[in-house]
């Protein structure tokens, strides 16, 4: 049972069948002689139906129309500076510091704490 939805599976279809056609000329085009009308008629084929493709990428609302205002391009420099404590009172500052950041989010106040006793109480 495929996991895919209808508008995926109709995709992949129009995908499949663009791959298709894309062979049968491409194979077409190892008959024919480099230069000849022929294989002239089979390039402009193969440019019309990538361009086929594309557009029609575009009206089902794969692709953005134009893809150049829809892509941005952004940078983002970060700077460390990691400093290195030169006494024990510095470094037991930034040990506090970092301790507090790293339990910020984990309820350690008194009604909290009073909960927690209460619990272990009741399971004891």
């Known amino acids: 049972m495929s996991t895919l939805s209808t508008p995926e599976k109709l995709i992949r279809r129009m995908h499949k069948s663009y791959n298709d056609a894309r062979k049968l000329i491409k194979a077409a085009m190892a008959e024919c002689s480099v230069g000849?009308?022929?294989?002239?008629?089979?390039?402009?084929?193969l440019a019309e139906?990538?361009?086929?493709?594309?557009?029609?990428?575009?009206?089902?609302?794969?692709?953005?129309?134009?893809?150049?205002?829809?892509?941005?391009?952004?940078?983002?420099?970060?700077?460390?500076c990691?400093?290195?404590?030169?006494?024990?009172?510095?470094?037991?500052?930034?040990?506090?510091?970092?301790?507090?950041?790293?339990?910020?989010?984990?309820h350690y106040s008194d009604e909290d704490e009073c909960i927690r006793k209460e619990l272990e109480e009741q399971f004891k």
Do not use: M, S, W
Request: hydrophobic share 40%; proline share 3%; glycine share 2%.
């Open 82 to 106: 990691h400093t290195i404590p030169a006494n024990r009172e510095e470094l037991k500052k930034l040990l506090d510091e970092q301790a507090l950041k790293a339990c910020k989010g984990l």
């Open 36 to 45: 000849t009308n022929t294989h002239l008629q089979h390039v402009k084929a």
């Open 49 to 80: 139906l990538d361009a086929k493709e594309r557009a029609e990428e575009i009206a089902i609302g794969i692709v953005p129309q134009d893809l150049q205002q829809a892509t941005k391009t952004e940078y983002l420099f970060v700077a460390h």
